[in-house]
C-alpha cells in the first residue's frame, strides 16, 4: 500500500497506480467530484472513496486508486470524528442551513440551556432515522431523488453509536460541538434531533470531518497541492 499524505510526499518519489490518498474536500465538491478530479489527475481509472462528504462540508476523504479501492469498506464502516457547527432556532427540509426553512422559533435565554447535557443525552447506541435528503437508498431509489420530487416515505431507522460529544464554543444562538461516531450517522439528522431536544428547532450550519479510524485531517493535501506533487513524480 502506498499512502499519500503530507508526511509521505517527501518520501516516496514513483508514481503508482495503487494508492490511499488523503484529501482535505474543499467546500460545494461532492464527493464523487473528487474522484473525477483524482482519476482527471492520475489517469487512473479506478478511484474510490470512502465515506460520502455532504458537498456543503469539508474534511478528510479516504480516496483509494488501483487495488487499493478493495479496502476502502474498512473507512466507510470506521468510526468517524467531526466538528459541527449548529444554529438553534431555526428547522429546514433538509436538516441543514441549504435547505428550506419549515419552521423559526425565538431561542430564549441561551444560559439557561444546558447544551452540554442535551449533548450527552445522545451519548451510546440510538435509533437514527435518516433525512429524505440523503443519498441512502430505499427501494432501490435514493431518498434524496424523491425528496426533490416532492415525496416523503417511511424510513427505517437504523442503530448508530455516538462515541463522543461535546461543546467547542458558543455565541448567541450558534454552538459548535466535537463528535465521534460510529458509521451511518448523519450528522444533519443529530443537529435536527438537537433541535428537539431543545425545544427550538436547529439545522446544520457547518461539518468538518477531521478524523476516520486513525486517519487525520492534519495530514491531508488539498487538491492543488496533490497536483503539485502527483506532477513533480518520475
Same mark, same amino acid.
Given at each position: 500500500?502506498?499512502i ?5 510526499i517527501?518520501i516516496?518519489?514513483?508514481?503508482s ?6 484529501i ?6 461532492s @464527493?464523487? =467530484? ?5 482519476r482527471?489527475? *492520475? %489517469?487512473?481509472?479506478? !478511484?474510490?472513496?470512502? #465515506?460520502? $462528504?455532504d458537498?456543503f462540508?469539508?474534511?478528510?476523504l479516504?480516496?483509494g486508486?488501483g ?8 473507512f ?14 431555526? @428547522?429546514? =427540509? ?7 426553512? *419549515? %419552521?423559526?422559533?425565538? !431561542?430564549?435565554d441561551? #444560559?439557561? $440551556? ?15 432515522v435518516p ?14 431523488k424523491?425528496a ?10 437504523q ?8 461543546e ?52 491531508a ?14
Amino acid at each position: 500500500m502506498k499512502i499519500i499524505d503530507k508526511d509521505t510526499i517527501y518520501i516516496s518519489r514513483e508514481k503508482s497506480s495503487d494508492n490511499l490518498i488523503l484529501i482535505d474536500k474543499p467546500v460545494n465538491w461532492s @464527493s464523487f =467530484d473528487v474522484v473525477k478530479k483524482i482519476r482527471y489527475l *492520475t %489517469r487512473i481509472k479506478r !478511484v474510490g472513496h470512502g #465515506g460520502t $462528504l455532504d458537498p456543503f462540508a469539508t474534511g478528510l476523504l479516504i480516496l483509494g486508486t488501483g487495488r487499493e479501492t478493495k479496502v476502502l469498506s474498512k473507512f466507510n464502516n470506521g468510526t468517524k470524528e467531526y466538528i459541527a457547527g449548529i444554529e438553534l432556532g431555526i @428547522s429546514t =427540509d433538509t436538516y441543514d442551513i441549504t435547505g428550506k426553512i *419549515t %419552521r423559526e422559533s425565538k !431561542v430564549e435565554d441561551m #444560559g439557561n $440551556l444546558d447544551i452540554q447535557s442535551v449533548l450527552e443525552s445522545f451519548l451510546g447506541e440510538s435509533e437514527q432515522v435518516p433525512p429524505m435528503y440523503s443519498a441512502k437508498k430505499v427501494g432501490g431509489k435514493r431518498l434524496y431523488k424523491m425528496a426533490r420530487q416532492g415525496k416523503e416515505i417511511e424510513r427505517k431507522a437504523q442503530i448508530v453509536n455516538i462515541h463522543e460529544i461535546r461543546e467547542l464554543k458558543q455565541s448567541g444562538a450558534e454552538v459548535e460541538i466535537y463528535v465521534k461516531c460510529s458509521k451511518g450517522t448523519y450528522i444533519r439528522a443529530l443537529a435536527n434531533d438537537i433541535g428537539k431536544k431543545c425545544g427550538c428547532g436547529a439545522v446544520l450550519k457547518s461539518l468538518r470531518r477531521i478524523a476516520v479510524n486513525n486517519y487525520i485531517i492534519d495530514k491531508a493535501l488539498t487538491i492543488p497541492d496533490f497536483d503539485k506533487y502527483w506532477n513533480s513524480l518520475n
